[in-house]
């Protein structure tokens, strides 16, 4: 997972000083790579059972800056991409600079692809080019640059 590194070292100066927003985070893989080079990093995942693989992972690897919580993305940006920020349970006060979007294969939801475009740096890793475009005809009318990568080999129609 090094690209995803490089990639956002590359993009975001200074990336080390801000909180990461993860949605749609599964078992953590790109959550774990992303520890390392973010202040701290909060990943949302509707599936207890991926929560909790990533809740391993994060001991595993004795990794201290990342929180995992087990919710409906949808639901959960909805309560705190308003206000790029969210109060953990710890009455830790994160303040989301960056989000990381993986999202199923059908995309964000509408309200969801509203609300990232207004974070100072998106990450969206895709497997399904049609919801990617879709997604990010909404997203470009805000950002003015984009970096596109196809991880997976033939994953273009």
Known sequence: ??????????????????????????????????????????????????????????????????????????????????????????NDKYDIKIILVDPPRAGLDVNTCKLVCYYDYIVYISCCIDSLVRDLTQVYTIYLSIYLSDKLSYSIK
């Open 1 to 90: 997972l090094n690209w995803i590194c490089n990639n956002v070292i590359e993009s975001i100066p200074n990336c080390n000083d801000f909180d990461l927003l993860e949605l749609y985070c599964g078992n953590g893989n790109h959550t774990m790579a992303l520890a390392g080079i973010v202040k701290r990093v909060i990943g949302v995942e509707i599936n207890e059972s991926l929560c909790e693989s990533a809740r391993f992972n994060i001991q595993l690897n004795n990794i201290t800056n990342v929180s995992i919580i087990s919710n409906d993305s949808s639901i959960f940006s909805r309560n705190i991409l308003n206000t790029k920020s969210y109060i953990s349970k710890d």
